[in-house]
């Protein structure tokens, strides 16, 4: 019977694979714990991790482990009936059991920063730092939306994590980019909510936003920086590989419908 880890099991179970597991382990923090639900399982050599994290609208439901043992887990768990998978390919067959993801079905990499001297080796501008202030600003410039634009943007993640932009001569912001977030502790990041306005593309605002993101986490000992990449996104995929990142896995995000219960069955 899957049964519920206490936090140093998690750890040490999202410990084993910390590229994908960096936002689960930066959720360990003590400011989410009410938002997270962990439930581990193991037998023998086989050990699942699933975490049910309700700081988003809808849960994001993630998965990390062997999915024999994962599916044990989540039959322990009482799961809503809308979830945002964040799951590996090979736990599609548990989470199919449990929901369909057919009508929002996105095929992700996630990429691991590798080379940091070539993320920020060429600065062409100075993007500003941004604060809480600018949280109003963030919002009105993603409302442009558009094909990849930024849907898991929450305002806490400019308080308590890194963001920088840059403005144009009327005050407006015109591009953005930050983590979704960050463990100075655990010393792991995941950058996202990178956005620029469609009108003010090619002028190398992502370059020098992702260069003093690299730079500033960087600077504070972040070890494990990480991104996500819809594989459809070939041009951001190649901004991000020209600057020291490189594939890590592929994975599936998106939206997913309960087919009716919430319990696997034997």
Partial sequence: MPTTGDLARVER??????VWTTYALADLQDDFAGACRWLTSADGTEEAVALLYSGLEPPVLFAAGAPDALERALAGMALPPRVYLSVREEHLPVIEK?????GDHRPMYRMILTDAARAVSRIELAPERLTASSIPHVETLLAWNGPFTPDAFAPYQVEQG???????????LVAVGGTHIVDWTRHVAAIGNMYTRPD????GYATAILAALVQTLRARNVETIVLNVDQRNQGA??????????????????IAV???QHKISS
């Fill in 13 to 18: 179970l999202l410990n084993s694979d910390r």
């Fill in 98 to 102: 449990l929901y369909d993801n057919s």
């Fill in 162 to 172: 890194v963001f920088y932009g840059v403005w144009d001569n009327t005050g407006a």
């Fill in 200 to 203: 003010r593309r090619g002028c």
């Fill in 237 to 254: 995929r190649h901004l991000y590989e020209e600057h020291g990142f490189v594939v890590y896995c592929p994975y599936v995000e998106g």
């Fill in 258 to 260: 309960t087919r009716g």
